[in-house]
């Protein structure tokens, strides 16, 4: 239930006031003058604050610009013996809930406290979720403790707050994009536009449509003017994933907007400025890709201002246990399942991987592994046959499975797998990190329905 602060200097109305709210169940404290309001609402959690607009040292309609500024969460009820209309629009404007009259509007008050109630929920919901978002974000949502890593993230926290053009590099599946989103995240544009693209995943037509825009008329089907993705993320940072697939004429569009600020749409020969920050990323040696002719290397140079290469899980394999843990809290809560430990071999198995895949190979086996699971602990037989069993030439323990059991257990988890996804194959054949085709032939040999 929700705590309100009555501030009045007369004590006979915070005492009508705080038995009449208290009655309703509320938390009531009171408080005579805006000094002991303000010490009130800096040591205790309110979250409504009813306040009278004269008292001996203020003004409770500047007052309510002051609470809304340093507690944007709590709401303002403004009361007045004698109300108008100017103090009413001020009110409003400094962010109270309402102004109302004493005497004539008692009949309002809890209905106003209610309605401002669930205000103050919603309030609270939107401010978690920004909380949620921005770590979400940021570079606390990189998950580990080894040197590895964490050099890594130093270095990225040091350039971030630059306007230096990023390169990051490394493996696929080693986390560039949340790497990106943090740097943007940390950086002095961060209240302004973060747009990702994956620039292998576009023909070279569409992909110069998408980073430049078109003019009306550049094409068949352009009806009117489009921004890409420079304009609309102006003022803010453009990731771009893959960038050693682009095609070579757009790597010289690109090196346009990083040498001069400008681009050209599609069909238009107007430059238009733009100052984005580019943090790009590849997988791709991109200095072999110069001398094979596929990469500029002017435009190498350029975005190679400030390299970050990202390392591999297999260089920092003390950090799989915290993924495990990160990942099966996440997939537990999603399912509804209550998985709270992990046997030792299921871990040895996983450290012993050697995770081409890296980070998002560990998420969709661990996603996986919760789906199979039934009871309250993840061990090796949920994980994929390639993982469960050994293939350490020099292990004393190599688990041999005849054909039978093999397909067995697999027939199990792809009914299993298929059975979470509600007959979904799409679905089921990207947990299983399988083609779709093969998982259509599975379900046929082992006539599964």
């Not at 940390?186 to 292998?200: E, G, H, T, V």
């Not at 993705?229 to 090196?255: R, S, W």
Request: glycine share 6%; aromatic share 6%.
């Amino acid at each position: 239930m929700n705590t309100i602060l009555i501030i009045d200097d007369e004590a006979k109305i915070r005492s009508l006031l705080s038995r009449i709210i208290s009655l309703e169940g509320f938390e009531v404290s009171e408080a005579s003058n805006l000094k002991s309001g303000l010490k009130k609402l800096e040591t205790l959690e309110i979250d409504i604050v009813i306040c009278d607009v004269k008292l001996p040292d203020g003004n409770g309609v500047e007052f309510s610009k002051i609470i809304k500024e340093k507690f944007p969460v709590v709401e303002v009820i403004l009361l007045t013996a004698f109300g108008n209309i100017p103090d009413g629009v001020m009110a409003i404007k400094n962010g109270a809930f309402d102004y109302i009259t004493k005497g004539d509007d008692n009949t309002r008050i809890l209905p106003l406290i209610y309605k401002a109630s669930e205000k103050v929920a919603l309030n609270k919901r939107v401010l978690h979720l920004e909380k949620q978002l921005n770590r979400k974000q940021s570079f606390d949502s990189i998950i580990g403790k080894s040197s590895t890593i964490t050099g890594v993230v130093e270095s990225a926290r040091k350039v971030a707050n630059t306007d230096a053009t990023v390169l990051l590099t490394g493996e696929t599946g080693t986390g560039k994009e949340v790497f990106a989103q943090a740097i943007h995240h940390a950086s002095k544009r961060n209240k302004n536009n973060f747009i990702a693209i994956n620039c292998s995943a576009f023909g070279k037509d569409l992909l110069e449509n998408e980073l430049f825009g078109h003019k009306a008329g550049a094409f068949t089907g352009a009806l009117k003017d489009s921004k890409g993705i420079f304009e609309e993320a102006n003022q803010g940072t453009v990731f771009l994933d893959e960038i050693g697939e682009m095609p070579l004429d757009l790597q010289a569009k690109l090196l346009r907007v990083l040498e001069s600020g400008e681009f050209l749409k599609v069909g238009d020969n107007k430059p238009i400025k733009t100052n984005v920050r580019i943090v790009a990323a590849t997988n791709r040696d991109l200095e072999s890709e110069i001398e094979k002719g596929n990469f500029r290397e002017d435009l190498y140079y350029r975005i190679n201002i400030f390299q970050i290469k990202l390392p591999s899980l297999r260089e920092r394999t003390e950090d799989i246990e915290l993924l495990v843990r990160f990942f099966l809290k996440s997939f537990s809560l999603k399912t509804g399942k209550n998985i709270t430990s992990i046997s030792p071999d299921y871990l040895k198995a996983l450290k012993n991987h050697p995770w081409k895949g890296n980070i998002r190979e560990l998420r969709n086996v661990i996603e996986r592994s919760v789906i199979l699971t039934d009871s309250s602990e993840l061990d090796v037989d949920s994980l994929p046959l390639d993982i469960s069993i050994s293939n350490d030439q020099n292990s004393s323990q190599i688990k041999i499975m005849s054909a039978f059991s093999m397909a067995s257990a697999e027939k199990m988890q792809i009914q299993k797998v298929l059975n979470h996804t509600k007959g979904n194959k799409a679905e089921a054949a990207r947990l299983l990190e399988i083609g779709i085709a093969t998982l259509y032939r599975k379900v046929e040999e082992y006539k599964i329905s």
